[in-house]
């Protein structure tokens, strides 16, 4: 599968990588069933079911060791009170 240069952040806590952008580069897999390649065997074919996707070649820009934020959202209980310490009921 023929793969495109990106870049993007990079979430230890959680595993998540976010595209930033991308910078146009390919780089060809070179694989005959791959639509994208210079190796592509079905050069005159309309439809044929080759892969026709490029796949990401990530780059991290910036590395974080915590949760990404759709993560942590995700994790976090819903509701007004949460983080907050409960005052003497009298």
């Not at 915590?66 to 983080?83: H, I, L, N, S, W």
Request: charged share 25%; net charge positive.
């Amino acid at each position: 599968m023929c793969s495109m240069e990106c870049f993007g952040d990079q979430y230890r806590g959680c595993g998540c990588y976010h595209r930033i952008y991308q910078t146009g580069v390919t780089l060809d897999c070179g694989s005959p069933y791959c639509k994208l390649s210079t190796a592509h065997m079905h050069k005159t074919a309309k439809n044929c079911g080759c892969n026709t996707e490029y796949a990401d070649h990530r780059r991290v820009r910036n590395l974080f060791q915590t949760k990404c934020d759709d993560c942590r959202a995700v994790e976090a209980p819903q509701g007004f009170d949460y983080g907050r310490r409960p005052g003497r009921q009298w």
